[in-house]
């Protein structure tokens, strides 16, 4: 009996530890069938092989469809300006994504809008600050001569200079000033509406280092998603990574900006090794936490100086086939239509209790430690079990 008494009071204390992490888990709606979306970014100002590959990737996603006939989706993050070569000094001059060198590029992406294989999503007008790039070029004669290539590729930057919303041109970073972050997200909305034809239903915040007044001002344009690593970051360190705020999201949450947050749960990058065996295992994973699978991918697999383009269009097919194959009831949404499932709470949600239950143990019992002393205390509770029985007999 006693032995009992102590098991039970170590799985109140284990539950007790782990009652924050059960309650945000509680709270996420779990999905009806398995969802895959393959979440592209850094697409639109660049090189102008980006047509050719986006061509490439669209013939591939055409190829599927899902058990209700829709093709598979690849989220293009939207980066609507870069620097003109031409006036280098000038930090806000800029080439447009629907100027004459970037036309062959955008009208890639709207034959892929039109397909329904593509769903566009803000990244930025630039994947930098235009102020903050130039402080840095004014300390560095080499960013100084990026800034002079023409269609120069973003990926090239050193990282912390990817992220808009912060000034990283000293580290550790600094902040922003509020109005210029107001100025400048509204500016890309607008930019975004006016090349697209409407504006931009979800935002993609780059290298996701962002805050509340990001978010708020986004909102205020027409933004209605935002995406997210399942935490925020605000800055940059003093050895250039992001900095975790301690400010997490999760699937079909209701931001206090009004924005609804989605999860970006896992990586699907052919240059790093990533193949078929790797997007199957995590969609069983996600799956099992009655969680969509939103594997993000970058532009660098398709296109640039380490691109390994048709080993990724590869990668891509060969994951598709498998997955059509192993999960017949698969969807393939836009994470806008994601997002508009868990806010209407419609067909795609499953309310049952004992679904429920089975996703709250898998998003929480994740393997390593906490599945490890779960499984302890299960034999322990086993062996207590036994010991209070057997002597009865």
């Not at 280098?88 to 062959?104: F, S, T």
């Not at 790039?133 to 290539?149: E, G, H, I, V």
């Not at 250039?240 to 400010?247: A, E, K």
Request: charged letters at 25%; glycine letters at 8%.
């Amino acid at each position: 009996m006693y032995g009992l008494i102590v098991i039970g009071l170590l799985w109140a204390a284990f539950v007790f530890l782990l009652r924050r992490d059960m309650a945000v888990a509680w709270a996420e709606p779990c999905l009806r069938a398995p969802v895959l979306v393959f979440e592209g970014d850094d697409w639109g100002f660049g090189p102008s092989a980006q047509a050719d590959a986006l061509r490439d990737i669209a013939g591939v996603l055409r190829r599927y469809a899902d058990v209700e006939g829709r093709p598979p989706v690849m989220t293009l993050g939207v980066v609507l300006s870069g620097p003109d070569p031409a006036r280098p000094d000038e930090p806000e001059a800029g080439i447009l994504l629907d100027d004459a060198a970037m036309r062959p590029v955008l009208d890639s992406i709207s034959e892929g809008v039109r397909d329904r294989v593509f769903s566009l999503q803000l990244h930025g007008m630039q994947h930098y600050h235009p102020a903050v790039l130039d402080l840095a070029c004014r300390a560095d004669p080499a960013l100084a001569a990026w800034r002079r290539q023409p269609l120069a590729a973003t990926e090239d930057l050193p990282s912390p200079l990817q992220s808009r919303w912060t000034d990283a041109s000293v580290l550790p970073s600094r902040p922003l000033a509020p109005a210029d972050i107001r100025l400048r997200a509204t500016a890309e909305v607008n930019e975004f509406a006016r090349v697209f034809g409407r504006p931009p239903a979800v935002a993609v915040p780059p290298t996701f280092v962002w805050n509340d007044t990001v978010e708020a001002a986004w909102a205020a344009a027409g933004v209605r998603v935002i995406v997210t690593p399942g935490e925020r970051y605000e800055a940059r360190g003093r050895d250039g990574l992001p900095v975790d705020s301690g400010h997490l999201y999760r699937n079909g949450q209701r931001c206090a900006s009004g924005l609804m947050a989605v999860v970006r749960n896992d990586y699907y990058e052919p240059v790093r090794g990533h193949r078929a065996p790797h997007g199957l295992e995590a969609l069983a994973r996600k799956w099992r936490q009655r969680r969509p699978l939103l594997l993000e991918t970058h532009r660098s697999n398709f296109v640039g100086r380490h691109a390994r383009h048709q080993d990724s269009l590869q990668a891509l097919d060969e994951l598709l086939a498998r997955a059509t194959r192993d999960f017949p009831d698969i969807r393939f949404l836009s994470v806008e239509t994601l997002a508009a499932a868990y806010a209407e709470g419609g067909g795609l949600i499953d309310r049952r209790l004992t679904v429920r239950l089975q996703a709250l143990i898998a998003r929480v019992l994740l393997p390593g430690r906490r599945r490890k002393v779960a499984l302890l205390l299960c034999g322990l509770s086993a062996l207590a079990l036994l010991g209070a029985v057997l002597p009865r007999f």
